[in-house]
Protein backbone atom coordinates (compact mmCIF):
# COMPACT_ATOMS: atom_id res chain seq x y z
CA UNK A 1 0.00 0.00 0.00
CA UNK A 2 1.45 3.28 -1.03
CA UNK A 3 1.15 6.61 1.32
CA UNK A 4 1.46 10.01 0.91
CA UNK A 5 3.27 10.71 3.64
CA UNK A 6 7.28 11.33 3.39
CA UNK A 7 8.17 8.75 4.97
CA UNK A 8 6.18 6.52 2.60
CA UNK A 9 7.54 8.67 -0.36
CA UNK A 10 11.29 8.23 0.87
CA UNK A 11 10.86 4.20 1.49
CA UNK A 12 9.57 4.26 -2.08
CA UNK A 13 12.25 6.14 -3.46
CA UNK A 14 14.78 4.02 -1.72
CA UNK A 15 13.00 0.58 -2.89
CA UNK A 16 13.02 1.83 -6.40
CA UNK A 17 16.87 2.56 -5.99
CA UNK A 18 17.12 -0.93 -4.47
CA UNK A 19 15.45 -2.69 -7.18
CA UNK A 20 17.24 -0.95 -9.99
CA UNK A 21 20.68 -1.67 -7.94
CA UNK A 22 19.48 -5.54 -8.24
CA UNK A 23 18.30 -5.22 -12.05
CA UNK A 24 21.55 -4.81 -12.79
CA UNK A 25 22.98 -2.61 -15.73
CA UNK A 26 22.17 0.71 -13.89
CA UNK A 27 25.86 1.85 -13.80
CA UNK A 28 26.34 2.79 -9.85
CA UNK A 29 28.44 1.46 -7.04
CA UNK A 30 27.06 0.66 -4.03
CA UNK A 31 28.35 3.51 -2.21
CA UNK A 32 26.90 6.04 -5.19
CA UNK A 33 23.45 3.92 -4.22
CA UNK A 34 23.38 4.34 -0.70
CA UNK A 35 24.83 8.33 -1.47
CA UNK A 36 21.07 8.59 -3.63
CA UNK A 37 19.24 6.88 -0.73
CA UNK A 38 20.43 9.31 2.04
CA UNK A 39 19.48 12.40 0.14
CA UNK A 40 16.70 11.06 -1.05
CA UNK A 41 16.14 10.78 3.12
CA UNK A 42 17.02 13.96 3.87
CA UNK A 43 14.86 15.55 1.34
CA UNK A 44 11.92 14.07 2.70
CA UNK A 45 13.00 15.72 6.16
CA UNK A 46 13.04 18.92 4.77
CA UNK A 47 10.26 18.63 3.30
CA UNK A 48 7.78 16.95 5.56
CA UNK A 49 6.93 15.75 9.00
CA UNK A 50 10.22 14.06 10.05
CA UNK A 51 10.67 11.99 6.98
CA UNK A 52 12.37 8.66 8.69
CA UNK A 53 12.02 10.84 12.10
CA UNK A 54 8.36 9.75 12.88
CA UNK A 55 8.23 5.53 13.35
CA UNK A 56 5.20 3.74 13.89
CA UNK A 57 5.39 4.46 17.77
CA UNK A 58 2.48 5.54 19.81
CA UNK A 59 2.63 7.60 23.37
CA UNK A 60 0.45 5.85 26.15
CA UNK A 61 -0.73 8.56 28.65
CA UNK A 62 -0.63 6.09 31.55
CA UNK A 63 2.93 5.35 31.58
CA UNK A 64 3.91 8.32 29.58
CA UNK A 65 6.20 6.08 27.45
CA UNK A 66 6.32 5.51 23.76
CA UNK A 67 5.80 1.87 22.26
CA UNK A 68 8.14 1.32 21.13
CA UNK A 69 11.00 3.12 21.80
CA UNK A 70 12.55 5.56 19.67
CA UNK A 71 15.46 6.76 21.51
CA UNK A 72 18.68 5.42 21.82
CA UNK A 73 20.07 3.91 24.92
CA UNK A 74 23.56 4.13 24.19
CA UNK A 75 23.48 8.01 24.81
CA UNK A 76 23.21 10.65 27.12
CA UNK A 77 18.99 10.97 27.25
CA UNK A 78 17.66 13.33 25.63
CA UNK A 79 14.99 14.90 28.06
CA UNK A 80 11.61 16.05 27.25
CA UNK A 81 8.06 17.59 28.38
CA UNK A 82 5.09 18.11 27.73
CA UNK A 83 1.68 18.20 29.54
CA UNK A 84 0.87 15.74 31.67
CA UNK A 85 -2.84 16.44 32.19
CA UNK A 86 -5.08 16.83 29.50
CA UNK A 87 -5.29 20.42 28.39
CA UNK A 88 -8.87 21.63 26.36
CA UNK A 89 -9.35 21.67 22.57
CA UNK A 90 -8.22 24.99 21.13
CA UNK A 91 -5.28 25.14 24.06
CA UNK A 92 -1.80 25.63 23.37
CA UNK A 93 0.43 23.57 24.86
CA UNK A 94 4.79 23.97 25.15
CA UNK A 95 6.39 20.72 23.87
CA UNK A 96 10.15 20.94 24.57
CA UNK A 97 13.28 18.79 24.72
CA UNK A 98 16.80 19.40 26.96
CA UNK A 99 19.58 18.71 24.41
CA UNK A 100 22.26 16.36 25.87
CA UNK A 101 25.84 18.32 26.36
CA UNK A 102 27.51 15.31 23.93
CA UNK A 103 24.57 15.91 21.06
CA UNK A 104 25.88 16.80 17.33
CA UNK A 105 22.05 18.03 16.46
CA UNK A 106 21.50 21.51 15.20
CA UNK A 107 18.74 21.29 15.30
CA UNK A 108 15.45 19.05 15.67
CA UNK A 109 11.99 18.69 14.66
CA UNK A 110 9.35 17.55 16.62
CA UNK A 111 6.38 15.91 15.03
CA UNK A 112 3.08 15.25 16.26
CA UNK A 113 0.85 12.34 15.14
CA UNK A 114 -2.52 13.07 16.26
CA UNK A 115 -4.90 10.62 17.34
CA UNK A 116 -6.03 9.65 13.38
CA UNK A 117 -2.77 9.31 12.21
CA UNK A 118 -2.58 12.27 10.58
CA UNK A 119 1.37 14.25 11.39
CA UNK A 120 2.44 18.15 11.77
CA UNK A 121 5.84 19.15 12.52
CA UNK A 122 7.91 21.92 13.38
CA UNK A 123 11.09 22.62 13.85
CA UNK A 124 13.94 24.67 16.13
CA UNK A 125 17.37 25.09 16.85
CA UNK A 126 19.33 22.86 19.47
CA UNK A 127 21.82 24.14 21.62
CA UNK A 128 23.30 21.04 23.92
CA UNK A 129 22.45 21.82 27.42
CA UNK A 130 19.80 23.76 26.80
CA UNK A 131 15.98 23.61 26.26
CA UNK A 132 14.51 23.61 22.12
CA UNK A 133 10.98 24.07 22.82
CA UNK A 134 8.01 24.30 20.22
CA UNK A 135 4.10 25.16 20.51
CA UNK A 136 1.69 23.36 19.84
CA UNK A 137 -0.58 23.86 17.82
CA UNK A 138 0.52 27.42 16.93
CA UNK A 139 3.90 26.64 15.83
CA UNK A 140 2.71 23.71 13.37
CA UNK A 141 -0.14 25.70 11.31
CA UNK A 142 -2.32 22.67 12.67
CA UNK A 143 -5.67 22.76 14.68
CA UNK A 144 -5.35 19.92 17.74
CA UNK A 145 -8.11 16.92 17.89
CA UNK A 146 -9.26 15.52 20.79
CA UNK A 147 -7.28 12.30 22.05
CA UNK A 148 -3.65 11.21 22.30
CA UNK A 149 -0.65 13.04 20.31
CA UNK A 150 2.85 11.35 19.92
CA UNK A 151 5.34 13.36 19.96
CA UNK A 152 8.81 12.10 17.85
CA UNK A 153 11.50 14.20 18.59
CA UNK A 154 14.55 13.79 15.50
CA UNK A 155 17.46 15.11 14.17
CA UNK A 156 16.38 18.34 11.84
CA UNK A 157 19.23 17.51 9.18
CA UNK A 158 19.09 13.44 9.52
CA UNK A 159 15.60 12.42 10.20
CA UNK A 160 16.93 10.29 12.77
CA UNK A 161 14.65 10.03 15.89
CA UNK A 162 15.81 11.01 19.21
CA UNK A 163 13.10 10.65 21.60
CA UNK A 164 9.25 10.05 22.08
CA UNK A 165 6.70 11.98 24.05
CA UNK A 166 3.21 12.85 23.76
CA UNK A 167 0.10 14.78 25.51
CA UNK A 168 -3.92 14.23 25.81
CA UNK A 169 -6.65 16.47 24.41
CA UNK A 170 -10.06 16.66 25.78
Given at each position: MLTT???GAALCGAAV???TACGGGHGYSPEELN???VDTVRASAREGAGGLGVPDTLFDPTTYMCTPAVDDR???AWRTTAPRSPVD???SVELGVLVPEDAEASAVTA???GPG???AAAGTDAEPGEWSRVRYPDDFDESAESGVHTVVWSDAESGTPLT???FEVD
Open positions: KPLLLVDMISTDVGDSVIGGACDG
